[in-house]
């Protein structure tokens, strides 16, 4: 008996909070300040609508934009010191001499020499611009027809000491 006592009340006091919401005044919506629009209502819950058909307007504030911060000027960057391996002067083999010269030189510039060969030769692919066809003196360097640049520099190390 006494439960049944605790449960009636609960059951009341939900009714009592609606109709409490239903005569409740609107609250005010505060926005931020955005250039010429206005932020939009939101939609109340289907258990609200009719406390949302009943209740005055909703006010709409709006706030001042927050300053803007100040531009951090970086530091001036180091400059990178390279890599004492890439500078390295390596004497390429007789078949790539054929194309960068006999001189030794560092990994870096047999690449930038490699790459000029192919351009001033039209070597790179017309449709895949990251393929290379090989000629005559790349078959030797590359012992294949076609190759992609990303595989180019692996095939080169072979060719230098």
Not at 34 to 40: F, G, N, Q, V
Not at 121 to 149: G, P, T, Y
């Amino acid at each position: 008996m006494a439960t049944a006592k605790k449960k009636a009340p609960a059951k009341k006091a939900a009714p009592a909070k609606k109709a409490a919401a239903k005569k409740a005044p609107a609250k005010k919506v505060v926005a931020k300040k955005a250039p010429a629009k206005k932020a939009p209502a939101k939609k109340a819950a289907p258990a609200k609508k009719a406390a949302a058909k009943k209740a005055p307007a909703k006010k709409v504030v709006a706030k001042k934009a927050p300053a803007k911060k100040a531009a951090v000027k970086k530091a001036p960057a180091k400059k990178r010191t390279p890599n004492a391996a890439f500078m390295k002067a390596l004497t390429p083999s007789a078949a790539l001499a054929s194309i960068v010269g006999n001189n030794p030189l560092p990994r870096t510039e047999v690449v930038s020499k490699l790459w000029a060969y192919i351009k001033k030769n039209k070597l790179q692919d017309a449709v895949n611009k990251r393929m290379i066809n090989a000629d005559a003196k790349l078959k030797e360097v590359f012992n294949k027809a076609q190759v992609s640049m990303f595989e180019m520099a692996g095939l080169i190390g072979k060719h230098l000491k």
